[in-house]
């Protein structure tokens, strides 16, 4: 990999992909993994391309009118806004933010995360996209990994080592405050004012996977039903004295509440039933870098 | 005057980086591939691959532009497989008495360094808009540090997509348009293929013994 081939990749990217780049951002393919997605991070991460010329080309190419607003914009936003923030928490809250786990989640990784071995196509697709390119776009990871992951209660320290191992662009200062604190919610709201969990109903909303999966995502309950869907209650129930109080979760409390106590009793014995299949392996980073999601 | 050695980390292949620019004519530039980095998590064959290639390369593009370069490969008889102690090692051979460093971008490695003595020095790492100061500087006093907040006073003080101090479009965020879901009618880019090159021909045992698969490594990583 060298600095000639990734100007190459952001060329390319300019030219064909930013376009489209804005409006389909947070969509989810069961067959395409890049998209209009530049995947110029890994690059970006490891210095061979500046953030300053990515986004003045960027910006260069909306001036010229090659890119709408909402592209440009959606694009300047993700490394002026999002890369530089999480750079900055992370050398504010190190190293204390690593040993954060608000939601005291303790579950392993799901042991499918290394093979793709599912039956849910939306998390088997996404995991054989990250074997097969040792890269995901932002919402396959934010929305079908990382929110199975957080529906399940895996640990921060499981979860984290997963994402750092898997994706070529993954360096800590940029994982952590992505996986522990935008996905996982384990920092306390720090991040993000409430958590990124979501139903099937998400997903089947903005990909075309769940025509293809053997689960129902319009099902709760039953042997058909979308996993998605009960964890999603399980999980609100689960953090509900930490969550309630929360004014864009309120609709959402609400509409649990209103279901029959038989009804959520039954979801939740569903959830329960999948978490107790769920086989999971412990965290397996070394030495200082394991240690360092301990406290002390 | 001293000659340094100027440690160059595998997530810091930018001749633009002050270590780098403001190096003496004498120094030597060490990049080091040492197992500790590539073992503490099993790393993606594909990120340690992309790793291990770029390094070469930048360290032959150092090399072309007159720089004097140290390369330590992974099957190098003498490698200390550590970094710290691997740039230690080369700083005794070649006679320097300084060894300068760009921040790292771990807080593992960053913690070290400051614990390993006067010898270190670190060096800003120059390559972000805004440098870890100047984000402590903006958090200061706030009372919430919202991305949104942050990146307002970024784009106004790069002038990145403004216009005579507005946001161009009119509005800070397009979220709204940006929210179409997947439609079987879309055309997507081929993205440029980029071809093994020379540099990763000579593949390290190290590497194929790590990593061949992703559920291969998991296997070996919990031992079973």
């Known amino acids: 990999m060298t600095r000639r081939q990734a ?19 947070d969509a989810i393919s069961d067959r395409e993994p890049l998209l209009y997605h530049s995947r110029l991070a890994a690059a970006m991460n490891i210095g061979l391309l500046s953030p300053q010329e990515v986004c003045e080309a960027v910006e260069t190419a909306w001036q010229a009118g090659r890119a709408p607003i909402n592209a440009a914009e959606g694009f300047i936003r993700q490394i002026l806004g999002w890369r530089e923030y999480v750079r900055g928490i992370y050398w504010q809250r190190m190293p204390g933010y690593k040993q954060e786990n608000r939601l005291n989640a303790r579950r392993g990784l799901p042991a499918f995360y290394w ?71 384990a920092d306390g709201g720090y991040l993000g004012s409430k958590p990124y969990c979501a139903s099937g109903k998400y997903i089947d909303r903005m990909s075309d996977h769940c025509r293809h999966c053997r689960y129902d995502v319009k ?78 | 005057m001293s000659r340094p050695l100027i440690l160059i980390l595998g997530d810091q292949l930018s001749e633009t980086l002050d270590v780098l620019t403001e190096a003496p004519d004498d120094a030597l530039i060490a990049l080091s591939e040492v197992s500790a980095e590539g073992q503490y998590v099993p790393h993606h064959p594909q990120k ?19 720089y004097q370069v140290h390369y330590s490969a992974l099957d190098d008889d003498d490698n200390r497989h550590d970094l710290l102690e691997e740039a230690e090692r080369l700083a005794e051979a070649y006679a320097c008495d300084e060894i300068r460093v760009t921040h790292p971008g771990e807080w593992r490695l960053f913690e070290r360094i400051q614990r390993r003595g006067t010898r270190w020095r670190l060096y800003p790492d120059n390559r972000f808009y805004c440098s870890i100061d100047a984000f402590g500087e903006w958090m200061a006093g706030r009372k919430r540090c919202r ?39 879309l055309d997507f880019p081929t993205p440029p293929r980029h071809r093994m090159d020379a540099p990763l021909k000579r593949w390290p045992s190290w590497s194929r013994r790590t990593s061949v698969s992703i559920s291969a490594l998991s296997t070996a990583s919990t031992g079973r």
């Open chain 1, 7 to 25: 100007l190459g990749d952001l060329r390319h990217f300019i030219a064909h992909a930013l376009v489209d780049f804005g409006t389909y951002q």
């Open chain 1, 115 to 185: 093979h793709g071995d599912t039956d849910l196509r939306c998390l088997q697709r996404a995991i054989e996209m990250t074997r097969d390119n040792a890269y995901a776009h932002h919402i396959q990871r934010l929305m079908v990994t990382g929110n199975f992951a957080l529906l399940c209660g895996v640990s921060p320290a499981a979860l984290c080592d997963w994402y750092l191992a898997v994706y070529a662009d993954a360096f800590e200062w940029v994982e952590l405050p992505n996986t522990l604190g935008m996905t996982l919610y």
């Open chain 1, 219 to 296: 099902q709760v309950t039953g042997d058909d039903a979308c996993p998605f869907n009960s964890l999603y209650w399980h999980f609100l129930e689960r953090h509900r004295e930490r969550l309630k109080g929360n004014q864009r979760m309120k609709l959402i409390y609400g509409s649990w509440d209103k279901m029959a106590q038989s009804r959520r009793e039954a979801i939740l014995t569903q959830a329960n039933a999948f978490l107790d299949r769920l086989d999971t392996e412990p965290p397996y980073g070394r030495g200082e870098h394991a240690e360092g999601y301990r406290r002390h």
């Open chain 2, 48 to 66: 340690i691959v992309m790793l291990l290639s770029a390094m070469r390369h930048f360290a032959d593009t150092l090399r072309d532009k007159g």
């Open chain 2, 147 to 185: 991305m949104e907040d942050f990146y307002r006073h970024m784009r106004k003080q790069t002038g990145l997509l403004m216009c005579e101090g507005e946001p161009a479009g009119g509005q800070w965020n397009f979220d709204h348009d940006n929210r179409a879901p997947i439609d079987q009618g």
